[in-house]
């Protein structure tokens, strides 16, 4: 019996449904909005939702006084770079645990989860002096090397869940029509673990850009990346909402757009593949 | 297929990774011990010095070490609350049929997405901010002295703001537990009588309770280090009436060079930390295996 579902009641679900969400996503629609006004409109009273002199002014400014770009790069490079080292080093390993597994896989698998539960700050202060003493201390490289072992874990988790899917049959029929194992490895198993790899990238990328314990203690002026730069508007000096809001415009709309596309892969990728 | 070469292949794709983890876990949390029984400040340096307990008994001795205690439980509980229950609300509202459900979700979820520093500088200055904020011209609007949120509310704001954050991950993960429920008992259940109430009770939140338990324990591990919100909304103040634990130990660091103090404090968090996890792994090595 399919559910007889009156359009009067869509509607009323409709209009609520509408208005939370466009209540929860005001702040960022506020700061869009904000990004093309002047300084003296961003304050102004009563504030202007759309009817102002919109202008890119500030986009210009942010970039020629602080060389935003450079930040930018910074989260491009410590995001990318330590995404895909973890991948190098995690493909193998949760390629093994997923089709040889052996008795001590699952309690490998949990160790690894256990490694997250292990507060930042507990080891603060020797990674700060450990990366001082060897001039990692505001360094892409040194961002990098931090991001990697935090994200670790669940980039092995992520692609386990998607690795343990493939059916193993496939790899014998493969293999009983006779082809090589470099040929098994390009027709047979990349094609069918690319999917996942590529979910573990982009859920990766997102949780590294918006890093921000590590970030924020071991970068000061020249490795920080866009987190860190942000985070340099917190003790501004005079007008500043419209440059603060179109700093964070381009901090976030890369990363907003990635995650819209990757809500599903979001869940499971979070979820150390518990909820699907 | 499990024979003995391909079984020694397969200790060496996983050695990599498990040594490097375990050199992550071991090594600096081994410095952090070391440190934590040392009189050692950056700004006296070689007058390090042996110190016993000393540090520890400082820093659990501090007033500020319980404020720090009861104010990052009471993030973690109150982010904890408002989102599991705003989380359940708004995942029913959205598996309901509407116009232009996908737009919705996509609404739902951009908190999540946004970066922390971001999310806190907007709402502390755009929202906030006693003068110019958004609330205060509302307050403004109905003849209400506007209120001065990070100043007289510090905690409750941090919790606000965070809390904004993690909802569109709750609301996502249960919108999709949610809708793995199988159609049909649900219409059973209201062919059988039940109310929209006794259908939640009874149907839809066992149905959820796996969910639920990923995302408290989620959620809990992040929650437990609030840190670059606090940073750069309240700084930990006025006072330390803002200080979570993690924001304490890295006052005690980097603003007062304490590595010995701060060290300590760090070995106190990964204690009430492992506490935590303690229960929490138990929870879940249940759920994931059923």
């Known amino acids: 019996m399919a559910r007889n579902v009156s359009t009067q009641r869509k509607i009323v679900v409709t209009v ?65 770079g330590s995404t895909l080292i973890g991948l190098i080093i995690a493909i193998p390993s949760a390629w093994a645990m997923a089709f040889s597994p052996t008795k001590r896989t699952k309690d490998v698998l949990m160790w690894m989860l256990s490694t997250k539960m292990m507060p930042s700050v507990g080891v603060l202060v020797p990674m700060y002096l450990l990366f001082r003493n060897t001039g990692l201390l505001d360094t892409r490289t040194g961002l990098v090397i931090v991001l990697t072992l935090i994200n670790l874990p669940i980039i092995i988790w992520m692609l386990y869940t998607y690795f343990k899917e493939i059916p193993g049959e496939i790899l014998e029929a493969a293999r009983m029509d006779g082809a090589s194992l470099s040929k098994e490895i390009i027709y047979v198993l990349t094609p069918m673990a690319i999917p996942g790899i590529a979910s573990t990238l982009l859920l990766n990328i997102i949780l590294a850009w918006n890093e921000a314990f590590w970030t924020l203690n071991l970068s000061a002026a020249k490795a920080a990346p866009l987190t860190a730069f942000i985070a340099s508007y917190s003790s501004p000096e005079g007008l500043f909402y419209a440059k603060l809001s179109a700093a964070s415009t381009m901090a976030i709309a890369p990363i907003l757009i990635l995650g819209w596309f990757s809500q599903k892969q979001l869940v499971r990728g979070l979820t150390f593949g518990a909820v699907k | 297929m499990a024979t003995l070469h391909t079984r020694s292949a397969a200790r060496l794709m996983i050695a990599p990774s498990v040594l490097l983890l375990l050199a992550w876990m071991i090594v600096p949390l081994a410095m952090t011990i070391y440190f934590s029984f040392l009189r050692y400040n950056l700004l006296m340096p070689g007058m390090e010095e042996f110190a016993g307990f000393s540090n520890y008994s400082y820093f659990l001795t501090d007033p500020a070490f319980f404020q720090a205690i009861f104010n990052t439980l009471a993030i973690v509980l109150g982010v904890l609350f408002i989102t599991v229950v705003g989380g359940i609300a708004l995942a029913l509202l959205l598996d309901q049929p509407m116009f232009g459900q996908g737009i919705v979700r996509i609404l739902v979820i951009a908190p999540f997405l946004i970066m922390p520093t971001v ?17 205060a011209w509302v307050a403004k609007l109905f003849g209400l002295q506007p209120f001065d949120f990070l100043a007289n509310a510090p905690l409750m704001s941090v919790i606000l703001i965070v809390a904004w954050q993690w909802l569109p991950f709750a609301t996502l993960i249960l919108l999709t537990a949610l809708q793995s429920l199988d159609e049909e008992q649900k219409e059973a259940a209201q062919m059988d009588g039940a109310g929209a109430f006794s259908r939640f009770i009874y149907l839809v939140l066992p149905h959820l309770s796996r969910a639920i338990t990923v995302v408290i324990l989620i959620q809990t591990i992040f929650l437990l280090s609030v840190f670059a919100e606090i940073l750069v909304t309240t700084n930990g103040g006025p006072g330390t009436q803002s200080t979570n634990l993690t924001f304490l130990v890295y006052a005690q660091a980097l603003l007062q060079f304490d590595v010995g103090g701060a060290s300590a404090g760090g070995i106190i968090a990964v204690i009430l930390a492992n506490i935590v996890a303690f229960f929490l792994m138990r929870m879940i090595g249940k759920t994931l295996e059923a």
């Open chain 1, 16 to 80: 609520v449904a509408w208005t939370i969400g466009i209540l929860i996503f005001f702040p960022i629609l506020w700061t869009f909005l904000t990004s093309f006004k002047t300084e003296a409109e961003a304050i102004a009273s009563p504030p202007s939702l759309l009817f102002f002199d919109w202008t890119t002014e500030n986009y210009h400014e942010v970039q020629s006084r602080s060389d935003y770009f450079r930040h930018f790069m910074n989260s491009v490079v410590v995001s990318f």
């Open chain 2, 119 to 135: 999310a806190a500088l907007v709402w502390k200055n755009m929202f906030m901010n006693p003068v110019n904020g958004l609330f």
